[in-house]
């Protein structure tokens, strides 16, 4: 009868036991630097933000205690301190946080760079493109921002019409150029980007 090897490979029902439920040291590893990317993103914001979010308590105290050191050396400590704190508690929900956070961030950013362009185009549009400019504007606001006919107004919260936006347009680039403080440049801008988010 022939020898049996001494080494074969394991029946796929054999290796289904408790190695595959054990993660491997490479995905350990990969899991602790995600959880140290996601506690120094936590020491990224301010204090006031830390205290909105929903944290563990000994996660927001040591966030604070964080934010008051000073030292290099001392934050490098309360750092790995907030990473053994991190490994103790579940990460999705404070995850689900910081990118619902990211994404509410990019989203206002987004709504800044647009109410800069339009006012740029407004106030270097040639003076018959003016009107026209204007009015695609006022089309392109949010369907929730644009008046209905028979809706009530609060005081004070008028939606801008066109012959409005025009004549803060015209004042914008009467100031631009005349070199003087820009009041009615960030009038305009203040109200497009009101127009574009309401």
Do not use: C
């Not at 606001?141 to 801008?160: C, F, H, I, N, T």
């Not at 066109?162 to 004549?167: F, I, K, S, V, Y």
Request: hydrophobic share 40%; glycine share 4%; charged share 30%.
């Amino acid at each position: 009868m022939p020898r049996k090897n001494q080494y074969q490979w394991k029946s796929s029902d054999e290796a289904d036991g408790f190695d595959s439920l054990t993660p491997s040291r490479s995905e350990k590893k990969r899991q602790s630097i995600a959880l140290q990317n996601m506690g120094e993103e936590l020491t990224r914001l301010g204090p006031q933000e830390v205290k909105s979010l929903d944290l563990p308590a000994d996660l927001k105290e040591a966030l604070t205690l964080y934010s008051r050191i000073g030292d290099h050396e001392g934050r490098r400590r309360q750092m790995q301190f907030i990473g053994r704190v991190m490994r103790e508690i579940d990460p999705a929900p404070i995850r689900a946080m910081l990118d619902a956070r990211r994404e509410v961030s990019a989203a206002a950013t987004a709504a800044l760079h647009k109410a800069e362009q339009w006012r740029d185009r407004l106030l270097s549009a040639d003076e018959e493109e003016l009107t026209d400019l204007v009015e695609t504007l006022l089309a392109t606001r949010p369907k929730a921002a644009q008046p209905a006919e028979d809706a009530p107004v609060a005081a004070g919260e008028k939606p801008l019409e066109a012959g409005e936006l025009r004549t803060m347009a015209l004042a914008a680039r009467k100031e631009a150029a005349g070199n003087s403080a820009p009041h009615a440049r960030r009038a305009l801008f203040r109200a497009i980007h009101k127009m574009l988010t309401d």
